[in-house]
């Protein structure tokens, strides 16, 4: 059954779209994952993909997307094709040019994912309160978020997102965004609560235990159980948990303004999300974070 758009149907998202090499190169890597699973979701949609060289070009080779439209080839990466989403995703030359996300699949032991391009497409994406999708599992998932939000009948990967029952979360904010997690735990307090559990490091965990409390929650349990802070190795002991597959979900809220000693921990959470990446979703802005939490509505 094709699925139906609300009465007044948005105007379409555009979204860069960035495949590792392990990701892209046949049909049983993580691009092809991704584009079988959300084809439907993507045609009701609308969503204009704006994919760099190598990546427009498996999806034409596997016969992914078969006659969509709204499939726009960027240069390679060595040609300038991740600048230029860095670029769009700041505004672009002319309004018409801007971005409203970037899916970028990452293979953590590609060293094209540490080049500056790279680290600076996912650095404006946080910056302007823009989507940054790292995983297979994270992009199913927020094709799933951005068509319940547009109205659309549920799909089954749309199901699947929900049932956030048997998930443990990770809870993880730098010093400046702090009072920022705490405002978007106690908002989302109920939502958040129906997790199997929720992990965090340091000091945010326990600022968001003694919300918790405040609220009502048992003050013989924590809210959020604590590892170590960041630059003590807290991020690190997150990562295992990911890694084991005990961790389903990151909400990582990351200051992109100022230099942190700690950045080797912070790569490693991330580079263990997308380790795992058909298992593990990670949000990086209050933005993403907020639109996830919205799609709940």
Known sequence: MPRMPSATAPTPLRFGLVASRLHRQDAQGGLADWLRA???????????????????????????????????????????????????????????????GVIYLIDPVDPSSLYPESLALKRQCVVHGKPFVSTVAGAVEWIAVESARAGLAASDAADRWRVIET??????????????????????????????????????????????WARGWPVDRPWVRRYQSGPLGGDAQIAELVLERRCQKAIFFEDPHVARQHEADIQLLERAVCSVTRHTTCFNSPAMAERWAAAFG
């Open 38 to 100: 959300c084809d439907a979701d993507i045609r009701a949609l609308g969503l204009e993909l704006h994919a760099v060289g190598g990546t427009w070009e498996a999806i034409r080779k596997q016969g992914l997307l078969a006659g969509y439209p709204n499939l726009a080839p960027y240069p390679r990466g060595r040609e300038g094709g991740v600048m230029r989403l860095v670029s769009r995703i700041a505004g672009g030359l002319e309004s018409r040019d801007a971005l409203d």
């Open 167 to 212: 998930q443990t979360v990770a809870l993880i904010a730098h010093d400046a965004l702090k009072d920022r997690m705490v405002d978007f735990a106690s908002q989302h307090f109920e939502l958040l609560s129906r997790f199997e559990a929720r992990v965090g490091t340091g000091t945010t965990g326990g600022r968001l235990n003694d919300m918790a």
